[in-house]
T-cell receptor, first 116, second 113 residues
Framework: GAVVSQHPSRVICKSGTSVKIECRSLDFQATTMFWYRQFPKQSLMLMATSNEGSKATYEQGVEKDKFLINHASLTLSTLTVTSAHPEDSSFYIC????????????FGSGTRLTVV | TQLLEQSPQFLSIQEGENLTVYCNSSSVFSSLQWYRQEPGEGPVLLVTVVTGGEVKKLKRLTFQFGDARKDSSLHITAAQPGDTGLYLCAGARKAGNNRKLIWGLGTSLAVNP
């Protein structure tokens, strides 16, 4: 089945620094990838839709200058948290849908970001 | 406004009991998906229901899509500790050239031995 690889799984960074999270579709091409944020025992909150070769579409309330998304190829999307603050600490997850795999979406294993 | 109401939000039961999780909306979805998520991992797709009235079974799990494609339920028979996790429903709706997923708030299930 479709596999989405997300790295790193955990990262600790200092306030003010930037962190890049990678999301790769391993065995299919993804023109669209989705980035979510999740708080403990809560549902997923869509942050942005990443479109290959064009600008990402951000959800209302998500700062595009803070959460930079790049989708330069059909298998890779990156999310960069710039000038990170402790309130950015969260679980970030990416997902994509294999067009040949039906309606379901495949998720990465998530990235636990801790800003100290 | 929560477009997809999922209930209950928390559930703690004993091994062997049955349970049902509900997802309800006033809007129609082209499909509805159920996911299970374990701590520190991404959600894993359990099933997708597409047709109104559709029923799908996955071992002890039974999924149903409402006739009007606005609601869905997940029933677990004889729950086991391995069923513990966060269950999420997500309705798919067309958004331009993409499908946008509308997520329920999730049901955190704990099955005690």
């Amino acid at each position: 089945g479709a596999v989405v690889s997300q790295h790193p799984s955990r990262v600790i960074c200092k306030s003010g620094t930037s962190v890049k999270i990678e999301c790769r579709s391993l065995d299919f091409q993804a023109t669209t990838m989705f980035w979510y944020r999740q708080f403990p025992k809560q549902s997923l909150m869509l942050m942005a839709t990443s479109n290959e070769g064009s600008k990402a579409t951000y959800e209302q309330g998500v700062e595009k200058d803070k959460f930079l998304i790049n989708h330069a190829s059909l298998t890779l999307s990156t999310l960069t948290v710039t000038s990170a603050h402790p309130e950015d600490s969260s679980f970030y997850i990416c997902s994509a849908r294999d067009p040949a795999g039906g309606y379901g979406y495949t998720f990465g294993s998530g990235t636990r970001l801790t800003v100290v | 406004t929560q477009l997809l109401e999922q209930s209950p939000q928390f559930l703690s039961i004993q091994e062997g009991e049955n349970l049902t999780v509900y997802c309800n909306s006033s809007s129609v979805f082209s499909s509805l998906q159920w996911y299970r998520q374990e701590p520190g991992e991404g959600p894993v797709l359990l099933v997708t229901v597409v047709t109104g009235g559709e029923v799908k079974k996955l071992k002890r799990l039974t999924f149903q899509f409402g006739d009007a494609r606005k609601d869905s339920s997940l029933h677990i028979t004889a729950a086991q500790p391995g069923d513990t996790g966060l269950y999420l429903c997500a309705g798919a709706r067309k958004a331009g050239n993409n499908r946008k997923l509308i997520w329920g708030l999730g049901t955190s299930l704990a099955v005690n031995p």
